[in-house]
């Protein structure tokens, strides 16, 4: 099994680009996460889905923040316009209904 | 609401020191617990969880932890550190239906030669 594969793992942009991580859960998990990881705020989960469908996005900071699922292997978490405090590492996990998380590697975001 | 309280940031031990890492949490019922444990620029892995039964649980690389209701505690333990146990360790608490995990703030254990 290759794991939760996350894409880019390094992204460097400039402010008020548009940003889009990509995360591949490991097949057959019906939940994925999303987190933000930053050395002031530590792991903040951002938004989860279930079975594809939105759960709780309370963690999303702000409206230019979005994510998606539109099947049950590929999700997107989008940043419209991005900013410099947007800077951190971000995690895709995915897990069965009763079980562990399994992290992907994470994606290093620069805001410049 | 359940949190998660690691009070230590940094912990340093010599190689082949024992090494205990402390874990609080707040949950109103029966918890679930876990221990991940994140090497520098990888995500985070699993070590060892407590769902119910012995509360002493055994995880790899030789890490243990033990739940401890009346202390809300749910401390890691390894008896002889190793170099490459040099890393970031999160504990979690969830519970509930979903049981979606509540993180700590992590401990960056430093291991002298």
């Known amino acids: 099994d290759a794991g939760v594969i996350q894409s880019p793992r390094h992204e460097v942009t400039e402010m008020g680009q548009e940003v889009t991580l990509r995360c591949k859960p490991i097949?057959?998990?019906?939940?994925l996460f999303w987190y933000r990881q930053t050395m002031m705020r530590g792991l903040e989960l951002l938004i989860y889905?279930?079975?594809?469908?939105?759960?709780?996005d309370s963690g999303m900071p702000e409206d230019r923040f979005s994510a998606k699922m539109p099947n049950a292997s590929f999700s997107t978490l989008k940043i419209q316009p991005s900013e410099p405090r947007d800077s951190a590492v971000y995690f895709c996990?995915?897990?069965?209904?009763?079980?562990?998380?399994?992290f992907g590697p994470g994606t290093r975001l620069t805001v410049l | 609401a359940q949190s998660v309280t690691q009070p230590d940031i940094h912990i340093t031990v010599s190689e082949g020191a024992s090494l205990e890492l402390r874990c609080n949490y707040s949950?109103?019922?029966?918890?679930?617990l876990f221990w991940y444990v994140q090497s520098p620029g990888q995500g985070l892995q699993l070590l060892l969880k407590?769902?119910?039964?012995?509360?002493l649980v055994q995880g790899i690389k030789g890490f243990e932890a033990e739940f401890k209701r009346s202390q809300s505690s749910f401390n890691l333990r390894k008896p002889s550190v190793h170099w490459s146990d040099a890393a970031e360790y999160f504990c979690?608490?969830?519970?509930?239906?979903?049981?979606?995990?509540?993180f700590g703030r992590g401990t960056s254990l430093i291991v002298h030669p």
């Open positions: 996990a995915s897990r069965l209904t009763l079980g562990e998380q399994f």
């Open positions: 097949s057959g998990h019906d939940y």
């Open positions: 889905f279930n079975n594809n469908v939105p759960i709780d």
């Open positions: 949950y109103g019922a029966t918890p679930y």
């Open positions: 407590y769902f119910s039964g012995d509360t």
């Open positions: 979690a608490v969830g519970g509930g239906g979903s049981y979606i995990p509540t």
